[in-house]
């Protein structure tokens, strides 16, 4: 049987969801020691949510908006957000979400459902004495905040999902084409319990030397024009990362990527790994939704390079929510808040001013 793609587990923050997720109890979690403070972030505090410890950079004192990173990210990976939504009047917060960085990682699969992140983000707010936010999130990051207000749309103002479509029981959206299905497609060998692990953790500069690139493989085009059994066209990234010689270019300077680098090398990627392990193993169910249409307002900032979830994507959003709007990036991959920081920033900053510009949390 086909397994189900990436951008389908993701666009189904509309599908993928879980009953009876499990919180995590204090001896199943890791302590973080030597995971330092994210560089040019504000000072990091900690929060206890359903069950973990989770580390958080908090600055600025309007509206809330809560940034979801995505794999391998981290909070840093909204480092150029956090300072200007915050100088724009916003109060900016970004975790390192569950599994990550600062924060606590469960060892048990079944505590990574995406019922059990939101309830992670719910967590955050009452923490803080917060009544609602804006959720903004990229990669799965965006599985998150797309099913926040499914889960609880009296704590969802609303909803930024980057690269990230989502989908609905009646709309399911469609996949890229070009990607050729086979059983080393990634989140197919990222199940197995310690293989990616290991891989990805053998060498992890090398790891992200492969991975946070724009153009060459994640570059749309180029990816459409290479032979359909090599090993980028079949999204083979632990194979890719065994044979080396990757194209493309790094989409931040050494010294940025040191700190995702120093971080993992002190983690490990389990974590992250084990929120495709939950979605997969443990799958999509709709128990707990009683609406999948979304009431509040969203906006889908996609990037038209972007290999494994391009814009089009979206385009069928609109269909199940009624405050919809959308925008696409041009000349940008994967990576799009941080591969083109300012054109983001102002196009979500003007999204949330028009929507939210007088609102108190």
């Known amino acids: 049987m086909m397994r189900p793609t990436r ?14 997720a499990m919180c995590a109890t204090p001896w199943r979690v890791l302590a973080q020691t030597g995971v330092r403070p994210a560089p040019n972030m504000p000072k990091p505090s900690f929060i206890e949510t ?8 908090d600055e600025g004192a309007g509206f809330p908006v809560v940034f979801c990173h995505g794999f391998p990210e981290l909070a840093y990976s ?23 960085g600062l924060t606590d990682r469960p060892k048990e699969i079944s505590d990574y459902t995406v019922k059990t992140l939101c309830d992670d983000m719910v967590g955050l707010l009452d923490a803080l004495g917060l009544r609602r936010a804006v959720f903004c999130g990229h990669d799965w990051g965006g599985g998150v905040v797309w099913m926040m207000p499914r889960y609880y749309p009296e704590r969802t103002a609303g909803v930024i999902g980057v690269n990230t479509p989502t989908s609905h029981p009646d ?5 890229n084409p070009n990607i050729v299905q086979t059983p080393r497609y990634y989140v197919a060998t990222f199940q197995p319990p310690g293989v990616a692990d290991a891989a990805l953790a053998k060498d992890v500069r090398e790891t992200f030397h492969m991975i946070l690139r724009t153009g060459g493989f994640w570059d749309a ?16 990234l632990l194979g890719m990362l065994e044979a080396g010689d990757f194209t493309g270019k790094l989409i931040m300077t050494e010294s940025e990527l040191a700190y995702f680098i120093d971080t993992f090398e002190t983690t490990g990627f389990t974590g992250g790994l084990n929120w495709y392990r939950a979605a997969v193993q443990i799958g999509p169910g709709s128990d707990d939704v009683d609406n999948w249409d979304i009431e509040a307002p969203c906006l889908y900032i996609g990037a038209e390079n972007d290999v494994i979830l391009p814009p089009n994507s979206g385009d069928h959003i609109g269909n199940f929510v009624s405050n919809f709007e959308r925008y696409t990036v041009e000349g940008c991959g994967h990576w799009t808040q941080q591969e083109k920081p300012d054109e983001f920033n102002r196009v979500a900053i003007a999204w949330l001013k028009d929507k939210f510009g007088g609102l108190k949390a």
């Open 221 to 236: 085009d180029e990816f459409a024009n290479l032979p359909e059994d090599s090993l980028e066209r079949r999204v083979d």
């Open 50 to 57: 359903n069950g973990i410890r989770m580390g958080i950079y």
């Open 78 to 100: 909204w480092r150029h957000q956090v300072k200007a939504f915050s100088e724009a009047g916003y109060r900016a917060i970004a975790p390192d979400q569950r599994g990550y």
């Open 7 to 20: 951008r389908q587990f993701l666009s189904a923050a509309g599908t993928v969801a879980s009953t009876g």
């Open 171 to 175: 709309h399911p959206g469609t996949r």
